[in-house]
């Protein structure tokens, strides 16, 4: 739309998008950029101090949630279902990090990472697809790692529930294509970005493996750099973009920088 000789479309214009994980990091950044492109944003978030305070000060509204229970999905689902809006984006970002090696991990660390980082994300598909197709499609963005495509022992459980993550994200697309429904979804694969849960980790973990990611430190990215490319997959601009793996890596999944 042109505007007086100014070109005014924002690129989510009055689309409904949920961001889980919303209260800080990548999830707050890729947030703040949906409102400023027109979007209504809900945030969720296990944390409700960092969840109402990041949506306050950026324009969004935030909605309590632990990703890893169906039933905090179901009561995410009925809150749509009472804004009588649809759903036009949803953003699976939220997750957690454990360093661990195949032999240290344990089964408890295992699945208790399973279930935030793989399982949240079926539960977000699974309980949220259907209203977006309903709604007329939309956009599904997983937040998956350059893990998911690498070796990666210092991250044993991280790296494999991101890769579910990634073979979801296929199922999901290839299923919504047959369908028809208008539902695309992608993940999106950064190395190392700038956040507290790359600094939080390194205080805890063992010496040799915390050298090996201390390595990477030069190459984290910023928040804001991996949200340009949410953005772009959440709105109508990557319309024919659906399965696609996104890396946000500059080139570590093809050659790792710190080696
Ligand atoms: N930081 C990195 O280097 C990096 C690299 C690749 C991929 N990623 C991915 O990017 C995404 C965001 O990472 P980040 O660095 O911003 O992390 P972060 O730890 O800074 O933020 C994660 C947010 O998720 C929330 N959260 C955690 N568990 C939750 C749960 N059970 N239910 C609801 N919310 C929960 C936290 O409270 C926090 O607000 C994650 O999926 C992460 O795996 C991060």
């Given at each position: 739309m042109v505007d007086g000789g100014v070109y005014m479309s924002l690129?989510?214009?009055?689309?409904?998008?949920?961001?889980?994980?919303?209260?800080?990091?990548?999830?707050?950044?890729?947030?703040?950029?949906?409102?400023?492109?027109g979007a209504k944003v809900i945030i969720t978030d296990i944390n409700a101090a960092a969840g109402k305070s990041t949506a306050t000060a950026i324009g969004a509204t935030f909605f309590r949630q632990d990703v890893s229970l169906q039933a905090d999905w179901l009561a995410l689902r009925q809150h749509l279902e009472k804004l009588d809006q649809g759903l036009d984006i949803l953003i699976n970002n939220a997750a957690i990090l454990r360093s661990a090696d195949p032999l240290t991990e344990t089964l408890a660390g295992w699945q208790a990472l399973m279930r935030v980082n793989a399982e949240?994300?079926?539960?977000?598909?699974?309980?949220?697809?259907?209203?977006?197709?309903a709604s007329g499609g939309g956009s599904i963005v997983n937040m998956s790692s350059s893990s998911a495509l690498m070796g990666m022992p210092q991250f044993t459980a991280y790296a494999a529930a991101k890769a579910a993550v990634r073979s979801l994200t296929m199922s999901t697309a290839v299923y919504?294509?047959?369908?028809?429904?208008?539902?695309?979804?992608?993940?999106?694969?950064?190395?190392?970005?700038?956040?507290?849960?790359?600094?939080?980790?390194?205080?805890?973990?063992?010496?040799?493996?915390?050298?090996?990611?201390?390595?990477?430190?030069?190459?984290?990215?910023?928040p804001q750099a991996v949200a340009n490319v949410l953005l772009f997959l959440a709105s109508d601009d990557s319309l024919h973009v659906n399965g696609a793996a996104i890396c946000v890596d500059n080139t570590a999944t093809i050659h790792p920088p710190y080696i």
């Open positions: 690129r989510v214009q009055n689309k409904l998008a949920v961001v889980t994980g919303g209260g800080r990091g990548v999830g707050r950044a890729i947030a703040e950029r949906l409102v400023a492109e949240s994300v079926f539960l977000g598909v699974n309980t949220l697809l259907a209203m977006m197709a919504c294509k047959q369908a028809g429904n208008g539902v695309r979804c992608n993940s999106v694969h950064p190395d190392g970005i700038n956040t507290d849960m790359v600094r939080e980790i390194a205080g805890v973990m063992q010496p040799l493996a915390r050298e090996a990611a201390m390595r990477s430190v030069p190459f984290l990215c910023e």
